[in-house]
Every structure is written in structure tokens, then in C-alpha cells.
């Protein structure tokens, strides 16, 4: 059946408008959108709007998607289709930007994005949500439309917390490994692409769900994780992320399939996200452009609330630096800019009714007082 109403959700205007002349319509299967497929360079560019560096996942991110959509407009033979599906498996620090470039793909896609935490996740008939909850997330964002909610996106983080729990050092609660490997197993098949009972309603009461059948074999899954105590070998020597020694991007050497196995990820689940892409700490530099350079940057958006107060608020460039550097210097990504950012304006904001018409900088002496006080903590 042809879904009569394209997905609007997240619809951006601007950017939709600047692709009108792409590539070809796809015509083979009568249930694609009537919509130009975007091209990996499309793809990329839009991300690239967004997302500051990381641009091998940026390249990875778009081909994959373009990949997607063309299987979703391919003929399917009894049933399946040709192309084999290319869920990816993000692997990058805290505040790399993970879950950012996972949510900005979905908005230049529009097509519905849930993410799921897989820590909140259990084998089934445990305490706690069986994995056919996420794909009942995915329709409630679909607006219940099976059709639609087909061709989404999963993301789902924390996936190396879902290890095998059976070696050495890592802690059990039992015999069974409920949370570890049995999540594992129960994503298979999710991942896999076959026809699942989901849960409708998933926002209301538990025992009040109906359920719909729901194929995920269009579904393009995400996974990311840390793999922060990812370790190399025998020797115990770190790999990646700050760990090994914290110079360029892409220093240590790459984590391989076995890492990963030996990490306690199943080789059939590895199996079917098949696409892996590293995730190096964001720079310094790379901060700063994530705080004032992004369409919706944290420091673009302060300035806009303030402006409607009738306050124009500046950030010397030092400042920002300031905050980019003790940032680097915790290792939190872009994980706390925003927190930053909000501490730092929060003097004027409390003041801005009163301050109409007045020009506020906040220089790298304000910023660099204000971290080491209260902030830092
Ligand atoms: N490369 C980036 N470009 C622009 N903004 C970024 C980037 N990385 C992170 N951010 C900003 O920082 C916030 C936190 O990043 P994100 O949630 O993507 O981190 P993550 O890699 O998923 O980390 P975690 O492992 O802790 O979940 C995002 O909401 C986004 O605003
Ligand atoms: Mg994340």
C-alpha cells in the first residue's frame, strides 16, 4: 500500500527547498516516497551544517543512509530485499558527537528516529523492556503509521554496556545474563530485519498495549557506544579515545572485530551492523566551532533569547576558548558546552529587563573567574 501522506515531523524547509532538483525519482517499488533521493554528498552536506569535524563519520553516516534509502526503493524478491542492509556501529568518546549525527541524519531524512538506551532493556519475560518496545518508540513517532515507522531509524546507545558479562574482571549479578548477552540475542533478530509483534501505545499503561506486525527490515539501526575501558590485548594497553596518548585524531590504532568480540559483543550481533565507524575526542578548536558556528550553536541561541530582551550578548573569542579548553581539559565532549554556556549567561539573564538596550561581553577574565568558582564543580 502506498502511504498517502509523506512524513512531515522535523520537515526543515529551507533545506528540503535546496534539494529540489536532486537525482532521480525512484520509481521500482510503488511504496517509496514520491521524493528525490538524496545523494551521499547531500547527505553529507546537510550533516556537515550540523556536526563540526568527525568527518569520516559524517562520510560513513551519509553513504549508509543513501544506502538505506535505496534498498527501501528497491523490488523485494518473495519478500526480501537484494541489497543487504547497513546498520552502523558508532564508536567514539563521551560527547563526540554520537547521538547528534544519529538525530541529525534523521531530520535530513525525515523519517521517524527514536533512540533507545540499551542498558533499559532485558531478555524477554525479565523485569524490564523487551527490545520490541524500541520498534513500538518508532511507531509512536511514526504516529502509529506501520508504513512510515518501517523506513525509520533506531539509534541505539550504550551498546557496549550490554556486553557479555562471563569474563574476568566484569561483574555478574547471576548465571543468566539478562541484560548483557540475552539483550544481545533478543536484537538479533530486530537487527536482522524480520516481521516483529511491536507494542502499540507504548506511552500508555503496559497491559493496555495492542500489538500491530511490524517488519524491520527497512529499519536503519545505529548502535554507538563508548567502549571507554576498551582494552588492546594481553597487554592492557588502551585503545582510542584520550587513552592512547592524546594526540591527533585517529593515533591509536583502529579497533578491530576481535576487540569488540573480546569485549563481550557477539559475533552474530557485530554481524549485522556491519558498518563501523570510530569517533575521535573533539578538538579544541572543534569545540569552540560547536559552541558559535552550528545553525542552532548554544551561543547563537543564548544571543537570540537575550536579544528579546532587548540585550545583544557578545563572547569574545578568548572566552569561548576558555570554555573549549576546560572542557578538553575534563574530557567531556561537548557533552557540558551547554551547561557552560547556560552558567555563564546566567548573570545576564537574570539582569536583562533591566539592562535594554545595552551591548554585555563577556570576556576570557568573566569566564575564566566564573569556571573556576562555582562552574567548576
Ligand atoms: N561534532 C559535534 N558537532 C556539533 N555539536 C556536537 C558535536 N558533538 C557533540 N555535539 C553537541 O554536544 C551534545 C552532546 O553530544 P552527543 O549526545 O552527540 O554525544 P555522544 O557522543 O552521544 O556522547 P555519549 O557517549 O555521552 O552519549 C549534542 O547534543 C550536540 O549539541
Ligand atoms: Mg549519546
Not at 31 to 58: F, H, M, N
Not at 66 to 89: E, F, I, M, V, W
Not at 195 to 203: K, R, S
Request: charged share 25%; net charge neutral.
Amino acid at each position: 500500500m502506498v502511504a498517502e501522506t509523506p512524513y512531515k515531523k522535523g520537515r526543515l524547509a529551507g533545506a528540503a527547498a535546496e534539494w529540489d532538483t536532486a537525482g532521480p525519482f525512484m520509481k521500482a517499488n510503488p511504496r517509496a516516497e514520491r521524493r528525490p533521493l538524496l545523494t551521499p554528498r547531500q547527505i553529507y552536506t546537510y550533516l556537515d551544517r550540523y556536526v563540526v569535524g568527525q568527518e569520516r563519520a559524517k562520510r560513513t553516516v551519509a553513504i549508509a543512509a543513501y544506502n538505506h534509502l535505496k534498498r527501501c526503493g528497491q523490488p523485494t524478491a518473495a519478500g526480501k530485499r537484494l541489497l543487504k542492509k547497513s546498520n552502523l556501529l558508532l564508536i567514539g568518546p563521551t560527547g563526540s558527537g554520537k547521538t547528534h549525527i544519529a538525530r541529525t541524519l534523521a531530520q535530513c531524512l525525515e523519517v521517524p528516529f527514536t533512540v533507545a538506551d540499551a542498558t533499559e532493556y532485558t531478555e524477554a519475560g525479565y523485569y524490564g523492556k523487551d527490545v520490541e518496545v524500541m520498534i513500538g518508540e518508532l511507531l509512536h513517532h511514526a504516529d502509529q503509521n506501520v508504513e512510515v515507522a518501517q523506513r525509520g531509524i533506531v539509534f541505539i546507545d550504550e551498546v557496549d554496556k550490554i556486553a557479555r558479562r562471563t569474563q574476568g574482571a566484569r561483574t555478574g549479578a547471576g548465571t543468566r545474563d539478562i541484560g548483557g548477552e540475552g539483550v544481545q540475542q533478543s536484537l538479533l533478530k530486530l537487527l536482522e530485519g524480520r516481521e516483529i509483534f511491536a507494542p502499540l501505545n507504548v506511552t500508555q499503561h503496559w497491559n493496555k498495549h495492542d500489538f500491530v506486525v511490524l517488519d524491520t527490515q527497512d529499519v536503519l539501526f545505529i548502535a554507538a557506544g563508548t567502549f571507554s575501558d576498551l582494552h588492546l590485548g594481553p597487554a592492557g594497553k588502551p585503545v582510542g579515545f584520550g587513552a592512547a596518548g592524546d594526540g591527533a585524531a585517529g593515533a591509536g590504532r583502529r579497533v578491530t572485530e576481535k576487540d569488540l568480540i573480546d569485549y563481550g559483543l557477539l559475533a552474530e550481533f557485530l554481524g549485522r551492523l556491519p558498518v563501523r565507524v570510530e569517533l575521535a575526542p573533539l578538538s579544541e578548536e572543534e569545540l569552540f566551532l560547536v559552541m558559535s558556528s552550528p545553525p542552532d550553536a548554544v551561543v547563537r541561541e543564548y544571543q537570540a533569547l537575550l536579544k528579546l530582551d532587548g540585550v545583544d550578548l557578545q563572547f569574545t573569542e578568548g572566552a569561548l576558548r576558555a570554555v573549549a579548553q576546560h572542557c578538553v581539559r575534563r574530557r567531556t565532549g561537548a557533552r557540558s558546552l551547554r551547561t557552560l554556556v547556560e552558567g555563564l549567561c546566567h548573570d545576564v539573564m537574570f539582569d536583562a529587563p533591566e539592562r535594554k538596550g545595552e551591548t554585555v561581553v563577556l570576556d576570557v577574565d568573566y569566564v575564566a573567574e566564573r569556571l573556576e568558582s562555582d562552574l567548576a564543580q
